[in-house]
């Protein structure tokens, strides 16, 4: 079944801090970020819906001073959902809605070990351009990836 992306609704409140909360280091308060998030990036903080039921969500954003650069600040898929193409579906989501806003490249991070993830956004363009240790913490280590939206990258390889 084909998830349906729409926009995030206040309703979707609960169903999405229990996904945050089921994918964040412990003690981390999923219902202010989510509480936050919904109200600065609420044209481009997007949910996968699947009979109903929330499935996925993510959220993009433009970097303040630099609204030519977007970032994927949140991509989460439920576990009974993963593999069935919600992630793809929403990653190819906040990336249109984020070149429409204007965005020439978009990153953004994730956990070296999460092949399943870097496959995911290998398929959507993004190449691994920085790995930092400790990027958020201790453990939390991270690889950045890239996205170019100009095509300008597409050119060089095929040159």
Same mark, same amino acid.
């Given at each position: 079944? @084909?998830? /349906?992306?729409?926009? %995030?609704?206040?309703?979707?409140?609960?169903?999405?801090?229990?996904?945050?909360?089921?994918?964040?280091?412990?003690? $981390?308060? #999923?219902?202010?970020?989510? !509480?936050?998030?919904?109200?600065?990036? #609420?044209? /481009?903080?997007?949910?996968?819906?699947?009979?109903?039921? *929330?499935?996925?969500?993510?959220?993009? =954003? +433009?970097?303040?001073? !630099?609204? /030519?650069?977007?970032?994927?600040?949140?991509?989460?898929?439920? @576990?009974?959902?993963?593999?069935?193409?919600?992630?793809? #579906?929403?990653?190819?989501? *906040?990336?249109?809605?984020?070149?429409?806003?204007?965005? %020439?490249? *978009?990153?953004? #991070?994730?956990?070296?070990?999460?092949?399943?993830?870097? =496959?995911?956004?290998?398929?959507?363009?993004? +190449?691994? /351009?920085?790995?930092?240790?400790? %990027?958020?913490?201790?453990?939390?280590? !991270? $690889?950045?990836?890239?996205?170019?939206?100009?095509?300008?990258?597409?050119?060089? $390889?095929?040159?």
């Amino acid at each position: 079944m @084909e998830p /349906t992306i729409r926009g %995030y609704l206040d309703e979707d409140f609960p169903a999405v801090c229990a996904l945050e909360r089921e994918n964040s280091p412990k003690g $981390c308060k #999923s219902e202010v970020f989510i !509480r936050q998030a919904g109200v600065l990036f #609420s044209d /481009t903080f997007l949910v996968a819906e699947c009979g109903g039921e *929330v499935a996925g969500y993510t959220i993009g =954003a +433009l970097v303040q001073h !630099r609204q /030519t650069t977007g970032w994927i600040v949140r991509l989460v898929v439920a @576990e009974r959902y993963r593999r069935r193409g919600f992630g793809e #579906s929403l990653v190819a989501a *906040v990336v249109a809605d984020l070149r429409e806003r204007g965005a %020439y490249e *978009v990153y953004l #991070s994730v956990a070296p070990e999460n092949q399943a993830a870097r =496959a995911l956004y290998a398929r959507h363009g993004f +190449l691994e /351009t920085d790995f930092f240790p400790a %990027y958020f913490g201790e453990g939390g280590d !991270r $690889c950045i990836l890239r996205r170019d939206l100009t095509g300008r990258e597409d050119l060089i $390889c095929s040159g």
